[in-house]
C-alpha cells in the first residue's frame, strides 16, 4: 500500500477527515490537509488507533448513555465524531466517559453526571477549564489547513495547554476564573484528549484513569462536573461534551481550533474561520451539540453559541474570542501550570499522606526476611503495597526504591516503625530453606545408626609463628608410607590423607594442608567447621606466645578437641616440661598431669615422634568424638581451596564429609555447580571414587567456590545449577544491601581515639619475607601508650590473597596492608565487596608514619589512590629508539595517557612510578583505551614481560569521614 490521502482513510474509518487529521496530528504526523498524503507505516499506525478507539469507544458509549441523556448526538455526523467531541470536551479525564455516551442523558456515571447541572449558572463553573482546554485540541485539527507553524510541531499534546497559557493574557479574568483551578491535574492528561478528538474517547476515558480512575477524578476536580454542567444547557451536548467543547463550540473559536495555537482567543477567530467554519459541522455540530465537538475546531465555536454560556464565553469576558475560547485562554492565564506541575499536583493528591499510609501493623508479629530483602519482600509478608513501605521510609530518612536491597538496619527500622518483629534469616539458615525446597537436606547423614561407619579425623595444626607448622605438615606427609608407595608426585591440594597403624589396625588421619588458625577461622567465618581435631604445634624453645593462645581459642570456640605438639625438641634450650606448664594456665592440662589433652614431645625436623603425634589424634579422636558417617548417600562436604587451572578450568579441592563422591556425581558446591569430570588424590593420583573424609580435587565445576562452600551431590545438573544460581542471586542481594561498609583504617583511627576500639588489627603482605619482617617489626615497635595497640594477625609473601581478605573480615574488619604487592583479582573484588581496608605502601617508613599517626589518631590521609585501569601484556614490541611496548589488553576500567602506573609481576610490584607515555589503538595515539580493547602502552620502562599487568591509577582526594 503506497500513498493513501487523508480523505480516503477519513472514508475508510468512516470519520471526517479532520478527525483523521488530529489522530495524524495527535500521533506526531503533520499533515496539511485532507488531501495530503500518508506513507504506509503511518497508515498501518493510524489503523490501529482507530481499532483501539472504536474499542474503547464502544465500551465508553455505553456508559455515556447511561450517563448522559441527551441522545442528539445524532448530528454529530458520526458517532465517532461525536465521541471525540465530547472528549475533548472532558479535558478532565472524567468527562472523557462521559462524553461519549453523549446520547443518554442520564447522569455520567459516577460523577461526571453531576456536570449537569443547571446550564446557565453551572456554566460559568463549568468552564472549568476543564473543557475549554480540551476544545482547543480539537481545533487544532482545523488548523491543519492552517498553517500554523507552532500547531504543527506540537500540535499533539502540547497545543491544548500551551497554547492557552501563554495566552492567557486575553481570557485570563473570564477563563481564569473558574474552570481551571479544579482542573488542574487532570489537563495534563486533559491536553492530549483534547487534541485528538479521538482520542478523546480513549484519551478521556483512558487518562484521567491515572488519576485514579474517574471517579477519583470527578471528586476532586468539580471541574469535571461543571465542564458537564454548563454544556447541558444546549444539551446534548451531553455532559462531557459539551463542557469542554462548549468553549469550543462557540463559534469563532472552532475555528481556531487547531490554532491550538495560542491564539487562543485570537486566532481562532481569525485563523481558522475558515477551516473553522468548515467543521462546522459547525453548525451541525453545534447544533448537536458538540456533539461534533470532535470536530474540535467547528465544534468549538460552534457550539459556541450553544455553549456559548457555558464557555461563559461571554463570561470570561474576554469577549468574543475570549469566551469562545474562554475557557481556554482564560484559564490558561491564571493557573497555567506545566504538566509536571500538574502531574505532581495530581500525585500529590493520589498520595497518601505520610500519617495516612495504609499499612497493616504488625502488633508484634515476627516476620522473617531473607538478607538484602527488599521493600517489595517487606511489603509481601505483610499484605501492604510496597509503595507505602517505600513512602514510610522516606518520612524515616531513607531514600530507597520498593525494588531495592535494603540494609538489615533499614529493615529493623521499619519493622519496629510499623511494630513488626524482623528476623533476618541467617545465610545458613537461607541456604538451608533453600535446600529443603529442593528437598535436599545438608549437613545431616542419612539413614540410621546402622548405616553410620566410622570415618578418618580430619586435622588441622595451628599455632604460633614458626613454630614448625608447616614442617610438622611436611614431614608427616613426606614419611606417610601410603604416599611413598603412591610413587606419585605430592602436590598442594589442600589436604591430605596419610595412614598409620594403631593397634595392628590401619587408620587414616586427615590433615588440612593450610597451616595456621586464619584458615580455620576464614571457613568457620563461612559457616564451615571441617576440622576434628586441632594440632597445636608450640615450639619447645620458645614456649606459649601470643598466637598459640589465639590458635587454642579459636579451637575451642569451635569445639574442637587439642592435641599438643611440643616441636623443636631436638633444639638447644628445648623445654617441653616448661611448654606443658605454660598451657596449664589456659586450662590445657596435659594427660601425664591429670588432665585429658594429649601432649606429644616431636620434632618435625628431625621426624621425632611423628607416629605417636597420628597416635595421639586418633586416641583422641576415639575418645572424645564420634567420627561416623554414612558412606552410602549421594556425597556432601566442603570446599577447602579452589582456584582455576588454566588448563583445567575451575579446580576445587573437596573433603567429602559424608556419603561418597563419585566421578559423575551432578554436584553444586557455593555458587558453582557442574558434574564431577575427574577426581584426584594429593599425589596426582585419578580415583573414581571418595569416600567421607577424602579429600580430592574435582574437575568439572563450571565456576571456582570459594573455600568454605558447602558441596552436595544433587539428583541432576538441573537442579544443581538452579542452586547455584539462587544463591549467586542471594549473595548479590545480600551484598547490594550491605550499604554499611567495613570501617575504613581513618574509622578505625576514629574509634580508637574514641576509646571504642583499643586494637588495631594488621595483616602484612608484602613483596620478600625480609620486608614483611621489617615492617612488622617496625610497627610493633610503635608506641602510643596502653590506649591503642597494633596486632598483626598473619603476615606472609605475595599476593594479597582471597584468604587474607577472608581473614580481615573474619577477625573484625582487620585493616590488610600491601607493602610493594596488590590484591589478586578475586581478592580484591572481595575486599571491595565486603569494604576491607587495603592499604598499600612501597616504602616501609610510610606505612609506619600512617600507622603511627594512625594509632595516635592524628592520621587523615587526605589523599587516596584509586586504580583507574589494569592492562595485561600480550605482547612486546621492540621499536628502535623508544624501547619495548607493550602489546596489551585492557582488563578492566580506563587506561589514559599520561596517568601513573605501575608493572606487577606475578602480584608483585616491579616498577612502580611509570608514566604511560605512549598509548595507541592500532596506528592511532589515543587519550584512552577502555575495559576490553587492545593498545600499545609504552612506559619508557623496558624490562616488560608477557602477563605483566600495568596498573594504572590517580591520587584523589579522600573525603574525610
Ligand atoms: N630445629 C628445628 N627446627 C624446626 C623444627 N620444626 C620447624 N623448624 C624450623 O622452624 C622454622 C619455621 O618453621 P615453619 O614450619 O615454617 O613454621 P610455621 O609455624 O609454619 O611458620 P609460619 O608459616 O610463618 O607460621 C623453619 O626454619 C623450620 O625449619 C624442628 O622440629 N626442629
Known amino acids: 500500500m503506497a500513498k493513501v490521502r487523508v480523505y480516503e482513510l477519513a472514508k475508510e474509518f468512516g470519520v471526517e477527515s479532520k478527525v483523521v487529521m488530529a489522530k495524524l496530528n495527535e500521533m506526531g504526523e503533520f499533515v496539511r490537509s485532507a488531501s495530503s498524503t500518508v506513507e504506509?507505516?503511518?497508515?498501518?499506525?493510524?489503523?490501529?488507533?482507530?481499532?483501539?478507539?472504536?474499542?474503547?469507544?464502544?465500551?465508553?458509549?455505553?456508559?455515556?448513555?447511561?450517563?448522559?441523556?441527551?441522545?442528539?448526538?445524532?448530528?454529530?455526523?458520526?458517532?465517532?465524531?461525536?465521541?471525540?467531541?465530547?472528549?475533548?470536551?472532558?479535558?478532565?479525564?472524567?468527562?472523557g466517559a462521559a462524553a461519549k455516551p453523549a446520547p443518554k442523558p442520564a447522569p455520567p456515571p459516577g460523577a461526571r453526571p453531576v456536570p449537569t447541572p443547571p446550564p446557565s449558572a453551572a456554566q460559568p463553573a463549568a468552564r472549568p477549564g476543564g473543557a475549554v482546554p480540551e476544545a482547543p485540541r480539537p481545533q487544532p485539527p482545523a488548523a491543519g489547513p492552517r498553517p500554523t507553524p507552532a500547531s504543527i510541531p506540537k500540535p499533539g499534546p502540547r497545543p491544548g495547554p500551551?497554547?492557552?497559557?501563554?495566552?492567557?493574557?486575553?481570557?485570563?479574568?473570564?477563563?481564569?476564573?473558574?474552570?481551571?483551578?479544579?482542573?488542574?491535574?487532570?489537563?495534563?492528561?486533559?491536553?492530549?484528549?483534547?487534541?485528538?478528538?479521538?482520542?478523546?474517547?480513549?484519551?478521556?476515558?483512558?487518562?484521567?484513569?491515572?488519576?485514579?480512575?474517574?471517579?477519583?477524578?470527578?471528586?476532586?476536580?468539580?471541574p469535571g462536573k461543571d465542564a458537564p454542567i454548563p454544556r447541558p444547557p444546549s444539551a446534548r451536548g451531553g455532559p462531557g461534551g459539551p463542557v469542554p467543547r462548549p468553549g469550543a463550540p462557540r463559534p469563532s473559536p472552532m475555528m481556531m481550533p487547531q490554532g491550538r495555537p495560542a491564539a487562543p482567543g485570537a486566532r481562532p477567530g481569525a485563523g481558522r474561520p475558515g477551516g473553522g467554519g468548515g467543521r462546522p459541522a459547525g453548525g451541525g455540530r453545534a447544533g448537536a451539540g458538540f456533539g461534533v465537538s470532535r470536530a474540535g475546531g467547528g465544534a468549538g465555536r460552534p457550539g459556541g453559541g450553544g455553549f456559548g454560556g457555558r464557555p461563559g464565553g461571554g463570561g470570561r469576558g474576554r469577549g468574543g474570542s475570549g469566551g469562545a475560547f474562554g475557557r481556554p485562554s482564560g484559564r490558561p492565564a491564571r493557573g497555567r501550570k506545566s504538566k509536571r506541575q500538574r502531574r505532581q499536583e495530581f500525585d500529590n493528591l493520589q498520595a497518601p499522606t505520610i500519617g495516612g499510609v495504609q499499612v497493616p501493623r504488625g502488633n508484634g508479629q515476627t516476620i522473617r526476611l531473607p538478607r538484602g530483602a527488599t521493600l517489595t519482600d517487606f511489603a509481601d509478608r505483610i499484605g501492604a503495597n510496597p509503595a507505602s513501605l517505600v513512602q514510610i521510609l522516606l518520612h524515616l530518612g531513607e531514600m530507597v526504591t520498593a525494588t531495592q536491597s535494603v540494609s538489615e538496619e533499614t529493615l529493623q527500622l521499619?519493622?519496629?516503625?510499623?511494630?513488626?518483629?524482623?528476623?533476618?534469616?541467617?545465610?545458613?539458615?537461607?541456604?538451608?530453606?533453600?535446600?529443603?525446597?529442593?528437598?535436599?537436606?545438608?549437613?545431616?547423614?542419612?539413614?540410621?545408626?546402622?548405616?553410620?561407619?566410622?570415618?578418618?579425623?580430619?586435622?588441622?595444626?595451628?599455632?604460633?609463628?614458626?613454630?614448625?607448622?608447616?614442617?610438622?605438615?611436611?614431614?608427616?606427609?613426606?614419611?606417610?608410607v601410603a604416599a611413598r608407595e603412591a610413587g606419585g608426585i605430592t602436590q598442594h591440594i589442600g589436604a591430605y590423607q596419610v595412614t598409620t597403624t594403631l593397634d595392628g589396625e590401619e587408620r587414616k588421619i586427615t590433615f588440612i594442608d593450610t597451616p595456621g588458625h586464619e584458615?580455620?577461622?576464614?571457613?568457620?567465618?563461612?559457616?564451615?567447621q571441617v576440622t576434628d581435631i586441632a594440632v597445636l604445634v608450640v615450639a619447645a624453645d620458645d614456649g606459649v606466645k601470643p598466637q598459640t593462645i589465639e590458635a587454642l581459642n579459636h579451637a575451642r570456640a569451635a569445639d574442637v578437641p587439642v592435641v599438643v605438639a611440643v616441636n623443636k625438641i631436638d633444639k638447644e634450650g628445648a623445654d617441653p616440661i616448661?611448654?606443658?606448664?605454660?598451657?596449664?594456665?589456659?586450662?590445657?592440662?596435659?594427660?601425664?598431669?591429670?588432665?585429658?589433652?594429649?601432649?606429644?614431645?616431636?620434632?618435625?625436623?628431625?621426624?621425632?615422634?611423628?607416629?605417636?603425634?597420628?597416635?595421639?589424634?586418633?586416641?583422641?579422636?576415639?575418645?572424645e568424638l564420634d567420627l561416623r558417617a554414612n558412606p552410602d548417600m549421594p556425597a556432601q562436604g566442603v570446599a577447602i581451596e579452589a582456584h582455576l587451572d588454566k588448563g583445567r578450568g575451575p579446580v576445587a579441592t573437596v573433603l567429602v564429609q559424608r556419603g561418597t563422591l563419585r566421578v559423575g556425581d551432578s554436584i553444586v558446591c557455593g555458587e558453582a555447580f557442574g558434574r564431577v569430570r575427574a577426581m584426584l588424590d594429593d599425589n596426582g593420583k585419578a580415583l573414581k571414587e571418595a569416600p567421607p573424609s577424602c579429600p580430592v580435587q574435582v574437575l568439572g565445576l563450571t565456576s571456582v567456590p570459594r573455600a568454605g562452600d558447602n558441596f552436595i551431590v544433587v539428583p541432576d545438573d538441573r537442579v544443581a545449577r538452579q542452586i547455584a544460581q539462587q544463591r549467586a542471586a542471594r549473595q548479590r542481594s545480600a551484598e547490594m544491601a550491605k550499604s554499611g561498609r567495613r570501617r575504613t583504617l581513618e574509622e578505625m583511627f576514629k574509634d580508637l581515639e574514641k576509646g571504642k576500639v583499643s586494637e588495631l588489627k594488621l595483616i602484612i603482605k608484602g613483596d620478600v619475607s625480609g620486608s614483611v619482617e621489617a615492617l612488622e617489626d617496625a610497627l610493633l615497635k610503635i608506641d602510643v601508650g596502653e590506649e591503642a595497640k597494633l596486632r598483626?594477625?598473619?603476615?606472609?609473601?605475595?599476593?594479597?590473597?582471597?584468604?587474607?581478605?577472608?581473614?580481615?573480615?573474619?577477625?573484625?574488619?582487620?585493616?590488610?596492608?600491601?607493602?610493594?604487592?596488590?590484591?589478586?583479582?578475586?581478592?580484591?573484588?572481595l575486599a571491595e565487596r565486603e569494604g576491607v581496608d587495603i592499604r598499600y605502601y612501597s616504602v616501609i617508613y610510610q606505612a609506619i608514619e600512617e600507622i603511627e599517626a594512625a594509632l595516635k589518631g592524628l592520621l587523615k590521609p587526605e589523599y587516596e589512590e584509586v586504580v583507574t585501569g589494569t592492562a595485561e601484556i600480550r605482547e612486546i614490541f621492540r621499536v628502535p629508539k623508544i624501547g619495548n611496548v607493550a602489546g596489551c589488553v585492557v582488563r578492566s576500567g580506563v587506561i589514559t595517557r599520561n596517568s601513573k602506573a605501575r608493572l606487577i609481576r606475578d602480584g608483585t610490584v616491579v616498577a612502580d612510578n611509570l608514566t604511560i607515555e605512549s598509548l595507541r589503538r592500532f596506528k592511532d595515539d589515543v587519550t584512552e583505551v577502555r575495559e576490553g580493547f587492545e593498545c600499545g602502552i609504552g612506559l619508557g620502562y623496558n624490562d616488560i614481560k608477557i602477563e605483566d599487568v600495568i596498573e594504572t591509577f590517580e591520587m584523589r582526594e579522600k573525603p574525610r569521614a
Open 519 to 528: 584458615a580455620f577461622t576464614a571457613m568457620r567465618a563461612r559457616g564451615a
Open 578 to 623: 616448661k611448654v606443658r606448664s605454660q598451657l596449664t594456665e589456659y586450662d590445657l592440662v596435659a594427660e601425664e598431669y591429670g588432665g585429658s589433652t594429649l601432649f606429644v614431645d616431636i620434632s618435625a625436623k628431625e621426624g621425632i615422634g611423628i607416629d605417636n603425634l597420628l597416635e595421639a589424634i586418633l586416641l583422641t579422636a576415639d575418645a
Open 414 to 480: 521499619l519493622g519496629a516503625e510499623l511494630d513488626y518483629d524482623v528476623q533476618i534469616v541467617s545465610p545458613e539458615e537461607e541456604d538451608r530453606e533453600l535446600l529443603e525446597s529442593f528437598n535436599i537436606e545438608f549437613g545431616e547423614d542419612q539413614g540410621d545408626e546402622a548405616d553410620l561407619v566410622p570415618r578418618p579425623p580430619v586435622v588441622t595444626v595451628m599455632g604460633h609463628v614458626d613454630h614448625g607448622k608447616t614442617k610438622l605438615l611436611d614431614t608427616i606427609r613426606n614419611t606417610n
Open 792 to 829: 598483626v594477625l598473619h603476615r606472609g609473601v605475595g599476593a594479597i590473597t582471597e584468604y587474607d581478605v577472608n581473614l580481615a573480615m573474619a577477625d573484625d574488619n582487620a585493616v590488610i596492608i600491601g607493602f610493594n604487592v596488590r590484591p589478586e583479582v578475586r581478592a580484591r573484588e
Open 162 to 222: 500551551i497554547p492557552r497559557p501563554p495566552v492567557p493574557a486575553p481570557p485570563p479574568g473570564a477563563a481564569g476564573a473558574v474552570p481551571r483551578p479544579p482542573i488542574p491535574k487532570p489537563g495534563p492528561r486533559g491536553p492530549r484528549p483534547g487534541n485528538n478528538p479521538f482520542t478523546s474517547t480513549t484519551g478521556m476515558g483512558q487518562r484521567p484513569r491515572p488519576a485514579g480512575g474517574p471517579a477519583a477524578g470527578a471528586q476532586p476536580r468539580q
Open 40 to 95: 504506509a507505516p503511518v497508515v498501518r499506525k493510524l489503523t490501529e488507533a482507530f481499532k483501539n478507539e472504536a474499542a474503547a469507544k464502544s465500551g465508553a458509549k455505553e456508559q455515556a448513555k447511561e450517563a448522559q441523556p441527551k441522545p442528539a448526538q445524532q448530528a454529530a455526523g458520526s458517532a465517532a465524531a461525536q465521541a471525540q467531541a465530547q472528549a475533548q470536551a472532558k479535558p478532565a479525564g472524567t468527562a
